[in-house]
Each structure stands twice: as structure tokens, then as C-alpha cells.
């Protein structure tokens, strides 16, 4: 399907996960909002995308903190004067990979941290960016989540993640009257970055077409095929991709 008219507004856009989305997007003709907080990792998602043959003419760069709600109440506001296009579909994703301790041994400056930047932001992202896309048709709004948070055993990863879940689930209550399609995107595979993925295979420590684990290049067209005008279907729910083969199921349906 194109995206070509459309415009997508994606966080983590530097990221492992978001920058396969951006790529998705821009492959399918959309503009992209990239969001990440520093110019030169826009710089260095920017030549990747070239670097795999990913035109980068409809990429809109743009500096913020998720975890400050000023920041992106700054793009909110340029949106709204026109500086920048209004998004047709929001990709909410945040935060790192963290290695923690066990609970009791977590700094209260480090929960805050890790608050921030794993739950918080999609807060700030919601309540600057869902507005844009709440009543306007064949809209999308996708959270993002890892499945690490069905368990307790990442610490305060799994704990942020149960967090993003409650997000998800009132965010899918309150939409359910309206045109956008709200959804959470929970993975519950390993994604590794281009570059990470081409190393590993050239090194004989994974395998091309592993059921697992893949690219985020490969894993970026199920942001679209959830964006598509095909997936009517997919409004208000947890979307489980655990395998390379359940993506390949949904881009297959609606792609
Ligand atoms: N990769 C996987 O295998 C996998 C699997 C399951 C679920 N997920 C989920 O997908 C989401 C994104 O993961 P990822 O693999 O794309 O992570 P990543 O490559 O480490 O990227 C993390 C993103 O979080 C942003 N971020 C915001 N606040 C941050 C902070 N305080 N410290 C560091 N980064 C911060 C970064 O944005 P800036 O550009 O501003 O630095 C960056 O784009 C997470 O919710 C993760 O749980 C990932």
C-alpha cells in the first residue's frame, strides 16, 4: 500500500525499533516526523537510510525530548501553525534497554530515570500527538511495547512495561469511539539495528530468515501494514509479534 499524502509521526526515530518504522514509512512514499533528541543521531538515521537505498527527501528531522513534555508541546504547537505537517499515524516508542539490579537495590534517582524514559514520554507523547489523530479518519496511533513486562524478570524494565500496558489499555478505552485506530504494538523478539544485524550475520552468530531475531529493517514494514487503510481490523488491541513469522503474517494480510 502507499503512504504517499500521508504523514506519519514517529519518537525513538533513532532508535532500533523506530528508525525500521521510519524506513517503512518512507519506503511507502509518507513524510516522517522523526523525532530523537540529538541532531547527530538524526544525522546518522538519515545516512543509514541511504545507506540502504531508502530516499531520504520526506524525512523531517526534528530535536526533542519524549521525556520532556515542553519539547514536544514545542513541535505540537509548529504542527498547529503549520510549520510542520499534521500526522495522520503516531508511533509512540521509547526507551533503552536497561541492565538493573533487582528492585531494593534501584536508586531513587534511577527509577525516576527509568520512569521517564520508559513510561512518561508516552504519556507526553499522547497527550501532545493523539489529539492531532483522534478524529480524523484512517488515522493510526501505535504504542509500542516489549513482552519482557508479561514477566517480572527485567527488573524495572518488566516493571515500566506493565506501566505502557495500563497506557495502552485506557488510551484503547477512550479511543474507542473515535476514527483513529490505537493499538499496542507488543514485540517479543530481538530486533537489532541494520549495521548490528549485517555484523552478526558476516560473523556466523545469526542466521538470515531466523525465526527469532531479525533487522530493523525487516521488522519496520509492521508498522505500516498496522497503519494501512486494509487493517480495519486492528483497532483496539494488544498486537503480539513474537516471531519473524507473525510479522510476515500481518504484512502479508495487509500489505
Ligand atoms: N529492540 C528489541 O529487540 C525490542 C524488543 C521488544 C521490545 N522493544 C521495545 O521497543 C522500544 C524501543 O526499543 P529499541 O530497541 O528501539 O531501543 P533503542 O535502540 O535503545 O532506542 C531507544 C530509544 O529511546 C529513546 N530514549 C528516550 N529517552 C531515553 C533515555 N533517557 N535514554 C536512552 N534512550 C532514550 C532514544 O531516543 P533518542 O534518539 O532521543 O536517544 C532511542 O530512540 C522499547 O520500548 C523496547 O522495550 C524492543
Known sequence: MSFSGKVALITG????????????????GAKVIAVSRSQSSLDKLAQTLRDYNTPTDNLIPYVADVGKDEDLGRLAAEIKAEKYPVPDHVVS?????????????????????????????????????????????????????????????????????????????????????????FNELRISFRIETDANWDKMVKAGQVHEGEAKHAASREFGPVFTAIASAEATDQKGNVIYVNSRAKAAELEEKYL
Open 93 to 181: 516508542c521509547s526507551g533503552p534497554w536497561w541492565h538493573l539490579p533487582e528492585l531494593q537495590e534501584i536508586s531513587v534517582e534511577k527509577f525516576r530515570e527509568v520512569m521517564v524514559s520508559n513510561f512518561e514520554s508516552h504519556f507526553f507523547i499522547y497527550r501532545n500527538f493523539a489529539p492531532f489523530v483522534l478524529d480524523k479518519s484512517g488515522a493510526t496511533y501505535t504504542l509500542v511495547t516489549g513482552g519482557i513486562g508479561e514477566g517480572g524478570t527485567a527488573s524495572l524494565v518488566s516493571l515500566t512495561q506493565n506501566a505502557q500496558y495500563g497506557l495502552a489499555k485506557v488510551a484503547i478505552h477512550e479511543t474507542r469511539a473515535k476514527a483513529v485506530r
Open 13 to 28: 526515530a533513532a532508535g532500533t525499533i523506530g528508525s525500521g518504522a521510519v524506513r517503512a514509512f518512507l519506503d511507502r
